[in-house]
C-alpha cells in the first residue's frame, strides 16, 4: 500500500514524467487534429466554391458581359436565375445600386421560393403559387447591406473566391458573386450560395471522432508510459534506498556505478565523489575544530594585550601619576602605542574580512616598476641599515589595485626586516616575465639572507596569527597576519604566491601575477 501510495504521490519523479509525456502526447493529438481539422475545412469549402463556379458557367459568362443596361439585367434576371439554380442553392440578381431585384432557392422536395418559373413561387417580378405543398422549410437567400454590394460591384476583377455569411436564420451559407456587363463598370451582380451546413456537420463528425480515438490514445498511452517509466525509474528507486541506509558511521558505503544507465551511473559516480568528500571531511574536522580554537585563542590574547597595557597605564595615572610630567608622558606615549597598535591590529583584521568577502576593487593596468619605485622609500626606513637591492624589469603591465599591491610588498619586507639581521640584511626585489603554458606571468620575488623558515611550518605562515616562534614575545612585534593579507590579496588579483627557504640562509616569496601584453 506504501509503495502504491509513493507511485501515485505528485511529488514523485514518475508522476511528473507521466503527467509531461501524458501534456506533450496531448499538444500533439491537438496539433494534428488542428492541421487535419484546417486542412479538411478548406478542402470542403473549396470543393464547395468550385460547385458554385460550375454553376456561374451554366449561365454563360460570355452572354453576362453582353448585357449593359439595368433594364437588360431586368429582363434577365429569369433565364439567368433558371439556368443557374440547383437543389439547395439559391441565386439572386443584384442591381447597379445596391438592391436585390430577383431570387430564388430550391430546396430537395421544395419547388421555389421567391424566384421565377412554372410552379415556383416568385419574388419582386413573380407570382406566388396558388396551392402550395406542405414542404421543409425554404433555404433562405443571404443578404448583405446595399453598400456592401456596391463596394463589390467597384472591386477590380471578376469577383472570384467565396465568403461565409450567415442568413435571417443565423445559418451560415457560403456565397460568391459574379459581375454582370462590363467587368469595369458592371450593370449588376449575380450572387449564388449554398448551405454550409453538410461541410459543418461533416466538420463536426470528424471532430467528434477524433476526440474518441484521443482519449483512447491518451489512456493507452498513459498505462504504457506508467508502466514504462515504473521500470525506467528502478535504478533511481535502488540509489534512494541505498543513499537512506548511509550515516555518519557507514561514510565507507557506495553505490553501484554500472547500472546500463549512463544518467543513473554518473548520479551513482557523483553521489560517491561526494561520500569520499564527506569522508574526508569528517577526518579534518578535528583540525579545523583546533584551527578554529587556536585562532580564537590568538585573537583574544593578541586583543587583550594592548587593552591590558592601556588599562594598566590608566590606573598608575588615576593613582597620582599625572602629577608627574615625565611619568604623565611615560603613561601617555605608552597608551598611544598600545591604541595604535590595537587599531592596526582590528584594522588588519577587517581587511581580511573585506578580502574573504570578495567586495569588488578597483583595478587598473598598472607597471610593477612604477609601484615598487613608489613605495621603495618607505621600504628604506623600514630596512634601517639593511640593504634592499633592487632588480626590476621594464614594461610589466598587469591588472592591478595599486594601494594592495603596495601593500603586499611593504608586508612581505618586514616580514624579512624581522628575520634579518640589523647590519648585515640584505633583501633583493626583483621583477621578471615568464611565459607557463599560453600565458605571460610578471614575477615578483621577494629575497632576504635571514634566519629561513623550518619546512613543517612553511604550509601554515599564511594563516592568520602563526608565527615561527614557539613562544608569544618577539623582538619587532606583530600579530601573524601580515602574510594572511598578502594571501588574501593574491588570490583576489587571481594570481599565486609561493615560499622556498632554507634555514640559516633565507627565505624567498614568489609571486605570479597575469601579465598584460
Given at each position: 500500500?506504501?509503495?502504491?501510495?509513493?507511485?501515485?504521490?505528485?511529488?514523485?519523479?514518475?508522476?511528473?514524467?507521466?503527467?509531461?509525456?501524458?501534456?506533450?502526447?496531448?499538444?500533439?493529438?491537438?496539433?494534428?487534429?488542428?492541421?487535419?481539422?484546417?486542412?479538411?475545412?478548406?478542402?470542403?469549402?473549396?470543393?464547395?466554391?468550385?460547385?458554385?463556379?460550375?454553376?456561374?458557367?451554366?449561365?454563360?459568362?460570355?452572354?453576362?458581359?453582353?448585357?449593359?443596361?439595368?433594364?437588360?439585367?431586368?429582363?434577365?434576371?429569369?433565364?439567368?436565375?433558371?439556368?443557374?439554380?440547383?437543389?439547395?442553392?439559391?441565386?439572386?440578381?443584384?442591381?447597379?445600386?445596391?438592391?436585390?431585384?430577383?431570387?430564388?432557392?430550391?430546396?430537395?422536395?421544395?419547388?421555389?421560393?421567391?424566384?421565377?418559373?412554372?410552379?415556383?413561387?416568385?419574388?419582386?417580378?413573380?407570382?406566388?403559387?396558388?396551392?402550395?405543398?406542405?414542404?421543409?422549410?425554404?433555404?433562405?437567400?443571404?443578404?448583405?447591406?446595399?453598400?456592401?454590394?456596391?463596394?463589390?460591384?467597384?472591386?477590380?476583377?471578376?469577383?472570384?473566391?467565396?465568403?461565409?455569411?450567415?442568413?435571417?436564420?443565423?445559418?451560415?451559407?457560403?456565397?460568391?458573386?459574379?459581375?454582370?456587363?462590363?467587368?469595369?463598370?458592371?450593370?449588376?451582380?449575380?450572387?449564388?450560395?449554398?448551405?454550409?451546413?453538410?461541410?459543418?456537420?461533416?466538420?463536426?463528425?470528424?471532430?467528434?471522432?477524433?476526440?474518441?480515438?484521443?482519449?483512447?490514445?491518451?489512456?493507452?498511452?498513459?498505462?504504457?508510459?506508467?508502466?514504462?517509466?515504473?521500470?525506467?525509474?528502478?535504478?533511481?528507486?535502488?540509489?534512494?534506498?541505498?543513499?537512506?541506509?548511509?550515516?555518519?558511521?557507514?561514510?565507507?558505503?557506495?553505490?553501484?556505478?554500472?547500472?546500463?544507465?549512463?544518467?543513473?551511473?554518473?548520479?551513482?559516480?557523483?553521489?560517491?565523489?561526494?561520500?569520499?568528500?564527506?569522508?574526508?571531511?569528517?577526518?579534518?574536522?578535528?583540525?579545523?575544530?583546533?584551527?578554529?580554537?587556536?585562532?580564537?585563542?590568538?585573537?583574544?590574547?593578541?586583543?587583550?594585550?594592548?587593552?591590558?597595557?592601556?588599562?594598566?597605564?590608566?590606573?598608575?595615572?588615576?593613582?597620582?601619576?599625572?602629577?608627574?610630567?615625565?611619568?604623565?608622558?611615560?603613561?601617555?606615549?605608552?597608551?598611544?602605542?598600545?591604541?595604535?597598535?590595537?587599531?592596526?591590529?582590528?584594522?588588519?583584521?577587517?581587511?581580511?574580512?573585506?578580502?574573504?568577502?570578495?567586495?569588488?576593487?578597483?583595478?587598473?593596468?598598472?607597471?610593477?616598476?612604477?609601484?615598487?619605485?613608489?613605495?621603495?622609500?618607505?621600504?628604506?626606513?623600514?630596512?634601517?641599515?639593511?640593504?634592499?637591492?633592487?632588480?626590476?624589469?621594464?614594461?610589466?603591465?598587469?591588472?592591478?589595485?595599486?594601494?594592495?599591491?603596495?601593500?603586499?610588498?611593504f608586508n612581505l619586507v618586514q616580514n624579512a626586516v624581522h628575520h634579518t639581521d640589523e647590519k648585515n640584511g640584505v633583501i633583493t626585489?626583483?621583477?621578471?616575465?615568464?611565459?607557463?603554458?599560453?600565458?605571460?606571468?610578471?614575477?615578483?620575488?621577494?629575497?632576504?639572507?635571514?634566519?629561513?623558515?623550518?619546512?613543517?611550518?612553511?604550509?601554515?605562515?599564511?594563516?592568520?596569527?602563526?608565527?615561527?616562534?614557539?613562544?608569544?614575545?618577539?623582538?619587532?612585534?606583530?600579530?601573524?597576519?601580515?602574510?594572511?593579507?598578502?594571501?588574501?590579496?593574491?588570490?583576489?588579483?587571481?594570481?599565486?604566491?609561493?615560499?622556498?627557504?632554507e634555514l640559516g640562509k633565507g627565505t624567498v616569496f614568489t609571486i605570479y601575477l597575469t601579465q598584460i601584453s
Amino acid at each position: 500500500m506504501k509503495k502504491l501510495k509513493s507511485s501515485l504521490n505528485t511529488n514523485s519523479l514518475q508522476w511528473k514524467l507521466l503527467s509531461r509525456f501524458f501534456l506533450i502526447l496531448m499538444l500533439l493529438l491537438v496539433i494534428m487534429e488542428a492541421y487535419q481539422y484546417m486542412t479538411l475545412k478548406q478542402y470542403l469549402y473549396n470543393s464547395k466554391e468550385q460547385v458554385l463556379d460550375a454553376r456561374f458557367h451554366n449561365a454563360g459568362i460570355p452572354n453576362l458581359q453582353q448585357i449593359q443596361t439595368p433594364e437588360a439585367v431586368i429582363e434577365s434576371a429569369s433565364s439567368i436565375i433558371e439556368k443557374m439554380v440547383d437543389v439547395n442553392m439559391s441565386v439572386a440578381i443584384i442591381d447597379r445600386n445596391g438592391n436585390r431585384i430577383a431570387g430564388t432557392s430550391k430546396v430537395e422536395n421544395f419547388k421555389g421560393h421567391g424566384g421565377i418559373g412554372p410552379n415556383e413561387g416568385t419574388d419582386e417580378i413573380g407570382v406566388p403559387a396558388p396551392h402550395p405543398i406542405p414542404i421543409p422549410l425554404p433555404l433562405p437567400i443571404p443578404q448583405l447591406s446595399q453598400n456592401d454590394y456596391i463596394k463589390l460591384l467597384h472591386q477590380h476583377g471578376t469577383l472570384e473566391g467565396y465568403r461565409l455569411i450567415r442568413d435571417e436564420n443565423k445559418n451560415l451559407q457560403i456565397v460568391a458573386w459574379r459581375k454582370i456587363g462590363d467587368l469595369n463598370s458592371p450593370s449588376g451582380l449575380i450572387q449564388i450560395s449554398i448551405s454550409a451546413k453538410p461541410v459543418q456537420d461533416l466538420l463536426f463528425h470528424q471532430l467528434y471522432i477524433f476526440i474518441g480515438a484521443s482519449i483512447l490514445v491518451l489512456i493507452i498511452g498513459s498505462i504504457v508510459g506508467g508502466t514504462v517509466f515504473k521500470y525506467t525509474l528502478k535504478p533511481l528507486h535502488n540509489v534512494t534506498n541505498t543513499v537512506a541506509k548511509i550515516d555518519v558511521e557507514q561514510l565507507n558505503m557506495r553505490l553501484p556505478s554500472e547500472t546500463g544507465q549512463l544518467e543513473i551511473d554518473r548520479l551513482s559516480s557523483a553521489f560517491n565523489t561526494m561520500l569520499e568528500r564527506i569522508e574526508t571531511s569528517f577526518e579534518k574536522e578535528q583540525y579545523i575544530k583546533e584551527k578554529m580554537r587556536q585562532f580564537i585563542s590568538d585573537a583574544s590574547h593578541e586583543l587583550r594585550t594592548p587593552l591590558t597595557s592601556i588599562h594598566g597605564f590608566v590606573e598608575v595615572l588615576l593613582r597620582g601619576a599625572a602629577k608627574n610630567e615625565n611619568q604623565l608622558n611615560l603613561a601617555l606615549n605608552s597608551i598611544l602605542i598600545e591604541s595604535e597598535r590595537l587599531t592596526k591590529l582590528v584594522n588588519d583584521l577587517l581587511f581580511l574580512v573585506k578580502l574573504e568577502k570578495k567586495v569588488p576593487v578597483e583595478m587598473d593596468v598598472e607597471d610593477i616598476e612604477n609601484i615598487i619605485e613608489e613605495v621603495y622609500p618607505q621600504l628604506q626606513i623600514l630596512a634601517s641599515d639593511r640593504k634592499i637591492d633592487l632588480q626590476l624589469e621594464n614594461n610589466l603591465l598587469i591588472n592591478a589595485n595599486r594601494n594592495q599591491i603596495k601593500q603586499v610588498i611593504f608586508n612581505l619586507v618586514q616580514n624579512a626586516v624581522h628575520h634579518t639581521d640589523e647590519k648585515n640584511g640584505v633583501i633583493t626585489i626583483s621583477t621578471n616575465s615568464i611565459k607557463i603554458g599560453s600565458d605571460n606571468f610578471a614575477v615578483l620575488k621577494i629575497k632576504d639572507n635571514g634566519t629561513g623558515i623550518p619546512k613543517e611550518h612553511l604550509n601554515e605562515i599564511f594563516d592568520r596569527f602563526f608565527r615561527s616562534e614557539t613562544h608569544r614575545s618577539r623582538k619587532h612585534g606583530g600579530y601573524g597576519l601580515g602574510l594572511s593579507i598578502v594571501k588574501s590579496i593574491i588570490d583576489a588579483h587571481n594570481g599565486r604566491i609561493e615560499v622556498n627557504s632554507e634555514l640559516g640562509k633565507g627565505t624567498v616569496f614568489t609571486i605570479y601575477l597575469t601579465q598584460i601584453s
